[in-house]
């Protein structure tokens, strides 16, 4: 049984379809390959966390496809949101 | 494995194929809504169209008003049309136009013919007699390239964008890949991420026609005192972070292939693939404009949910949020919780809903369909 998914094998983040808590370990499907990920924060149901080390100002991918950047480190495991990514595209809020 | 890449329609003179052979009682304006469902009542086999305003329209409004209805008479899924209007030239313009096809079309004027009582029987009569012809008309087996599917998304979640809405994505890949017509909508859904569709375009000509889709939208909303956010509270707090992640999402559901094509409110495609229909987002308004241009069948992709389908072409309703599929059960075609639940693949459960919009094309009725669940409503002022 998954408990997050990766939409696509350039993404950097998965999305949580479980309650995640700091310390567990979750496996994550990238393709075909499995990647074991210990989870350093909590991480509600639809939320993001890091499958890869993102440096600061570093493009966050999803579905293959950025959806910011990064506004700082971001460490395997961690919680992506708000606090750490921002949207790229000018004129929306 | 090989997926079905036929099904059993009606085929049409214009060469288009139906799933579904119904008769159009059409009302050309709003006044003549009352007799046109009327009819419907009185005659089995139809199905009202009712017209949101039409008397006095002009300029763009008009326009796709006119294009709306002739397109809902030209679209496939329809045996014969009859048009009523308040007076004869509206209705002939509509009915004119339709029977471009080649299929049977009447129209009734209620001023000329004498009233409500008259206008509905005479409608009834010609009614009745278009039903039990069309009833003449035997499902054959056609290639899956006939099918033109319209995909909409609708009180969406976090579930939309990893599962329900990829679910989509990769049926309607499987459509374009068997030779179909894929048509992906929503202006202000794909705001934000317009640059990964038109980089993926078929042409930079039509990679700067979907830009400019986002730039009169963004444009309409400045005239309105609005900046445009895609991005609500609720989206946050379900895990959304940025635009660009809520429309990448949204656009999940059009799938992986390149737009060939960009056409306005309720155009009915000329290429085959993936195409863009610059119409607006909200559910009812997006499925008129879909089946105005033609599309058979389209594929509603709902996270919390929603019950509206349309009248001419069969909706199906797919959910990946596991208490929507429970809780609205009434409502929902399709349940790829399994997803968000972790039990299955993106490709496994999109195999259960491809099977379902065969087995639908076939002629197996939706909920929307069953419970009459269906509305129109064609877009009449400026909607962004």
Redesign the interface.
């Known amino acids: 049984?998954?408990?997050a998914?990766v939409?696509h094998s350039k993404d950097n983040v998965a999305?949580?379809?479980?309650e995640l808590k700091p310390g567990e370990m979750v496996s994550v499907?990238i393709g075909s390959e499995r990647l074991e990920v210990k989870i350093r924060d909590n991480v509600?149901?639809?939320?993001?966390f890091a499958i890869k080390h993102i440096n600061k100002d570093g493009i966050v991918f999803?579905?293959g496809?950025?959806?910011?950047v990064s506004t700082s480190a971001i460490n395997v495991g961690q919680h992506?949101?708000?606090h750490n990514?921002?949207?790229?595209?000018g004129?929306?809020? | 494995m090989s997926r079905i890449q036929e099904f059993y329609g009606y085929k049409r003179l214009d060469g288009s194929v139906g799933v579904r052979n119904h008769v159009a009682v059409i009302a050309a304006m709003d006044n003549s809504n009352p007799v046109a469902r009327r009819i419907a009542a009185l005659v089995k086999g139809t199905i009202p169209v009712a017209a949101s305003f039409g008397r006095g329209m002009i300029g763009e409004a008009g326009k796709r008003h006119d294009r709306t209805l002739v397109g809902f008479g030209k679209n496939p899924n329809i045996a014969a049309a009859l048009v009523i209007s308040l007076e004869p030239s509206s209705a002939k313009k509509i009915a004119n136009a339709i029977a471009e096809t080649g299929k049977p079309v009447e129209w009734v004027a209620i001023q000329t013919i004498g009233g409500t009582h008259k206008a509905t029987e005479e409608g009834a009569r010609t009614a009745l007699k278009m039903v039990t012809d069309a009833g003449k008309i035997r499902r054959e087996p056609v290639p899956l390239s006939e099918l033109v599917l319209g995909v909409e998304c609708g009180a969406s979640d976090?579930?939309s964008g990893?599962a329900s809405n990829?679910a989509t994505g990769q049926v309607a890949d499987w459509v374009v890949e068997a030779g179909g017509t894929v048509i992906l909508s929503e202006r202000t859904e794909i705001?934000?991420?317009e640059d990964?569709l038109a980089e993926n375009a078929a042409s930079p000509e039509v990679g700067n026609e979907i830009l400019a889709v986002v730039k009169r939208c963004?444009e309409n909303a400045r005239r309105l005192g609005r900046?445009?956010?895609?991005?609500a509270p609720d989206n946050?707090a379900?895990?959304?972070?940025?635009?660009?992640?809520k429309s990448?999402?949204a656009i999940?559901k059009g799938g992986t292939t390149s737009i060939q094509e960009v056409v306005d409110y309720a155009q009915r495609p000329s290429k085959k693939g993936l195409v863009f229909m610059d119409a607006p987002a909200p559910g009812t308004e997006n499925i008129t404009a879909l089946a105005g241009g033609g599309a058979q069948i389209i594929i509603f992709s709902t996270g919390v949910g929603n019950p509206i389908g349309c009248p001419i072409s069969p909706t199906i309703k797919v959910s990946g949020n596991p208490n929507t599929v429970v809780h609205l059960s009434d409502n929902i075609d399709v349940d790829v919780s399994s997803?968000?639940?972790?039990?299955k693949?993106i490709a496994e459960a999109a195999e259960v809903l491809y099977q379902e919009l065969i087995d639908v094309i076939n002629g197996k009725m939706t909920c929307s369909e069953v419970l009459g669940d269906v509305e129109i409503a064609i877009s009449g002022y400026c909607h962004l």
């Not at chain 1, 990514?85 to 595209?89: D, P």
């Open positions: 049984m998954e408990q998914l939409m999305t949580a379809i479980s499907l509600p149901f639809g939320h993001k999803k579905y496809q950025s959806i910011g992506v949101h708000t990514l921002k949207s790229l595209r004129g929306l809020k | 976090t579930t990893i990829p705001i934000a991420g990964f963004e900046e445009l956010t895609n991005l946050i379900g895990g959304l972070t940025t635009p660009e992640e990448i999402g999940m997803i968000t639940k972790g039990k693949s």
